[in-house]
């Protein structure tokens, strides 16, 4: 396949380099500047698994891109707030059968990608593998993880089951979803405990799970996303909801991730997504009329924390 990794951060690298690993034609797209540059003078440079590793790509600034690619599939990996800018400035790259795969985390993104792309073409999923920049041009993968993905418009799904085999074929490990409305209140779960607690603590998963008050802070946090999904037709299985948190725990894994979002404010100085995850469950409860302090809390926190430390 011909493909377009739109945000080439941590994330848009560990694809981008899987799935021109198992063959496919791929080029990424980003804003960052010594990025790109490190990228196309010396290659990706991955630690994957403890592994060094380069990949041949070409990298493109999505304010120049005077490239000739036509794409099949395009995989967004912005920052929540960055993906409007992203999908504006991709726009002219993008043909009648382009299909556009969000695995952006947070909630809503659909909304954003509705304004550039026909119903048909867009494709909804998440991720549980993980990444983090070592530098420019150079990423550190390690552990393991899967995606879920489903296609938007109702007749589409031998795209997205297409789709979901290349990055299985890419090591991936994806697979169609039924309900990826479910699939993705899940995850937004797992980054409305894990990500704004393990930033304003400071402590990677593992570190926070191990603590007493893990269990109740987690349940709480968990029944707002679940009264709010609810009301928008989402029934949360909240016990194995609570299980794959739980499982974020587990050091053999991902317990030692730090959260994108404590490598985003904590190690980088960076606005979070925070009003993706807990600040969308704390808006949608004052709509619907559902208490959730535990989520406005945590967003409030989050929102102080950035501006302590003066993120941009
Ligand atoms: N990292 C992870 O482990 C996981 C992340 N996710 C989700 O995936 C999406 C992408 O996240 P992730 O890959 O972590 O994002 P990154 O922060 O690594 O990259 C996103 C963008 O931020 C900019 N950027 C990142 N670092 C720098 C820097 N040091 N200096 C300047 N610009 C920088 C780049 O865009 P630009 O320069 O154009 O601003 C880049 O495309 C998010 O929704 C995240 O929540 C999901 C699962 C796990
Ligand atoms: C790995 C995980 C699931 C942690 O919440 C994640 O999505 C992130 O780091 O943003």
Known sequence: MKIIIAGAGAMGSRFGLMLHQSGNEVILVDGWEDHIKAINENGLKANFNGEEVVAELKAFHKDHLDVNFDADLVIVFT?????DGMMQSIKSLLHNETKVLCLLNGIGHE????????LNNI???NTMWTAGMVGPGEVKL???GSVDLQNLAPGQEGIAKEVAEVLTEAGLNAKYADNILYSIYKKACVNGTMNGLCTILDVNMAGFGETQE???IVEAIVSEFAAVAKVE???LDVPEVLAQIKGCYNRETIGEHFPSMHQDLITNNRLT???YINGAVARKGLKYDIATPYCTFLTQLVHVKEQI???K
Not at 79 to 83: D, F, N
Not at 111 to 118: A, G, L, N, R, S
């Open 79 to 83: 920052k929540a707030m960055q993906l």
């Open 111 to 118: 909304e954003v990608i509705e304004k550039y792309v026909p």
């Open 123 to 125: 494709l909804l999923g």
């Open 142 to 144: 390690f552990g393991n």
């Open 214 to 216: 893990a269990d109740a």
């Open 233 to 235: 037709g989402v029934v």
């Open 273 to 275: 997504e925070i009003d």
């Open 309 to 311: 430390l003066g993120a």
